[in-house]
């Protein structure tokens, strides 16, 4: 059998964005962003088009969008390009999001924080080695966290160099299934170990 490369557009949205997508972007989320640590129960995913509440603003559009039980936003890219200024895209996209969840009148207490996980096919911090980055809001001095309504998740998928034989995590079960699944002919142990990876092996089927 063969697989769709998970890192085109269409795959991924097929196998983390649709109706039947939920217990495995669940998973993702959970390895990705919370170091395989069953942090998140329940979501749901919601239409990726963030549309502007005032003329003139810039429309965006994302791979996957989702909620999480506690009000959470993430908002999830695939990149394969790099393109001019991608870095400010990225934090563009999550400031939207985040400053788009007030209305007219509405308290701030209602803001919820907002995640935005970017996965990427080419090197976009060269002057670090390791493949997974987490960034917030801090205080330069001493490190102190200024709230956590804002999380930037990056995955540099060409950092990631561990073989089959190497997989340990949650976390380097996705990471190798984002990177090689398009290069495969069968699922392979240890990726046959999840449940949640098996079904998203077989949305993925061509």
Do not use: C
Request: net charge negative; no cysteine.
């Amino acid at each position: 059998m063969r697989f769709l490369d998970p890192k085109t557009d269409f795959a991924f949205k097929k196998i983390f964005g649709s109706a039947e997508s939920k217990p495995i972007l669940i998973e993702f989320l959970n390895a990705l962003v919370y170091d395989s640590q069953p942090i998140v129960q329940d979501l749901e995913i919601l239409d990726p088009y963030q549309a502007p509440q005032l003329q003139g603003v810039k429309d965006t559009f994302l791979d996957v969008k989702a909620q999480l039980a506690d009000g959470t936003m993430v908002l999830i890219e695939m990149q394969v390009l790099n393109p001019l200024d991608f870095n400010k895209r990225v934090l563009y996209n999550v400031a939207k999001a985040y400053s788009l969840q007030l209305q007219r009148g509405q308290g701030y207490s209602r803001l919820r924080p907002v995640i935005g996980l970017t996965i990427t096919d080419f090197v976009l911090f060269p002057e670090r080695d390791r493949f997974l980055s987490h960034y917030q809001l801090l205080d330069r001095e001493d490190g102190l966290p200024y709230g956590d309504d804002i999380e930037l998740v990056f995955v540099e998928l060409p950092k990631f160099a561990k073989s089959l034989g190497d997989l340990e995590t949650l976390t380097d079960l996705w990471t190798f299934f984002l990177q090689q699944a398009g290069d495969l002919e069968e699922i392979p142990p240890p990726l046959d170990s999840s449940p949640n990876l098996d079904h998203a092996f077989h949305i993925a089927e061509t």
